[in-house]
């Protein structure tokens, strides 16, 4: 039921930022006039980045697999990367297709329950670390940039609550979500490292069962272990999850140039991170809506862009990566299906792995 109201209040949240960007009828048709002069091979080169984009995203999952011992044909696990490609479109929180991953590459994998679960987890967790490495390095180097307009920051205002929100009122939408995305790094970074301290102190099997984490915290403790003696094979995982995320923003850069936008590569690479990551908060269905709202406020105050535009180049890269999501469904439907199985039966043999496994160290 939980799950069930907070997908209604997605669907609401999602609609509503939808109606509110479309409500202006000058404004959609910009829209349409913009799209209409869009540049074919543009929206080519964007699909391909996509394409690249899993081709990588398999290659990491297959090194992962490999240390634990899973040896799966090179297709049939880009089938199944391109069916979680489907599901993080429509499943909260972007985990969604990893759930999915992890229930049919068990099957791909008989008496190796656990170690795929690891690997997956891994996979999300280096990926994770990839694009917060990428973020904080652009950030740094163009943190100026980025705080265009924005007031003088005396970090002594956080003790003064009064002072911190006359701060926000006068900071501009830009800075709004840089320092939000900040924060969103920091607690992931700092709950990263609170699990390293767990596993290296050897206290993840002390925390008490009826803790909420317990489960995926030992999932994790093992996991360290497990690819920690395998550093090169991580290494290298890590390494090439760079080029998933640079690729990924290529889409929306082959959008813009689809659209005649202009808006440097730099530029663009640098505010993709955050819009990202804000995006990827379970606000809304996929990030939909939210993702637009960003893009408008970032390509509008910082390099110009029109915001019809602007929302056009975040509605063209959306449409890219659906589309490799639909044909993440075409292949779905020829996979196993004798062995599909509901959402909710999935995500429950996934918790109760978790557990397993949990249990079992």
Known sequence: MKKKIITVIQVIVTVGILAWIFRDPKQRRDMAEALSHADPFWIFIGILCYGIVELIATV???????????????????????????????MPGGVGGDVVKIFYLLKETPGKRAQTLLAVLMDRLIGMLSIMTIAAVLIWLRFDWLMQGAPAFNHSILFHPIALIDWIKQAPGTTKFVYLAIVI?????????ASFAITG????????????????????????????????????????????????????????RALKAGVSTLDLITVMP???????????????????????????????IPIPVATVISLTG????????????????FYRPSEHARLSVIEHDVEELEHEVAESE
């Open 318 to 333: 959306a449409a890219i990566v659906l589309f490799w999501g639909l044909l993440g469904g075409v292949v779905y439907l």
């Open 274 to 304: 955050i819009i990202n990551t804000v995006a990827s908060l379970p606000i809304s269905v996929g990030g939909a809506g939210v993702r637009e709202g960003l893009f408008q406020t970032f390509l509008n105050t910082l390099c110009g």
């Open 185 to 193: 790094f920091a607690s992931a970074l700092l709950g990263i490292t």
């Open 60 to 90: 990491r999952l297959q090194i992962l697999l490999r240390v634990q011992g899973i040896r799966v044909g090179s297709l049939r696990l880009l089938a199944l990367v391109m069916i979680g490609i489907l599901f993080n479109q429509f």
């Open 201 to 256: 102190f050897g206290l993840a099997h002390k925390i008490p069962k009826r803790f909420p984490l317990h489960d995926k915290l030992v999932d994790l403790s093992v996991a360290y272990n497990l690819y920690a003696r395998a550093w090169k094979a991580s290494l290298f995982a890590f390494l090439i999850s760079s080029g998933v995320h640079l690729c990924s923003f290529g889409v929306f850069y082959a959008a813009a």
